[in-house]
């Protein structure tokens, strides 16, 4: 059974920086991109990082050059270093694959930023 669980959030001032990580069980990255994805108030979850099997690793505008995802394979876990935070960013964060029919979500993580 496939479980993700997101960890690392809080309350950072604006220009701050924090870093999530996931932790999943099973065999999930040994065949899946991973992916950090955000949902804030009334809006759709969004993809802010992806990054493959192979390691290549992708972002959209929005956070290109302040978020950074890697993975460490060995401990089925996978990151995102997110500096230079803006209010913005404040939102649930979660894990799950890259691209496909996304596993059962986790309970993800608050990163609120103030102001």
């Known amino acids: 059974q496939v479980q993700l669980v997101e960890s690392g959030g809080g309350l950072v001032q604006a220009g701050g920086s924090l870093r999530l990580s996931c932790a999943a069980s099973?065999?999930?990255?040994?065949?899946?991109?991973m992916g950090w994805y955000r949902q804030a108030p009334g809006k759709q979850r969004e993809l802010v990082a992806g990054?493959?099997?192979?390691?290549?690793?992708n972002y959209p505008d929005s956070v290109k050059g302040r978020f950074t995802i890697s993975r460490d394979n060995a401990e089925n876990t996978v990151y995102l270093q997110m500096n230079s935070l803006k209010p913005e960013d404040t939102a649930v964060y979660y894990c799950?694959?890259?691209?496909?029919?996304?596993?059962?979500w986790g309970q993800g993580t608050q990163v609120t930023v103030s102001s």
């Open positions: 799950n694959r890259l691209g496909g029919a996304p596993f059962p």
């Open positions: 990054i493959t099997l192979g390691g290549n690793t």
């Open positions: 099973g065999t999930i990255f040994r065949f899946n991109g």
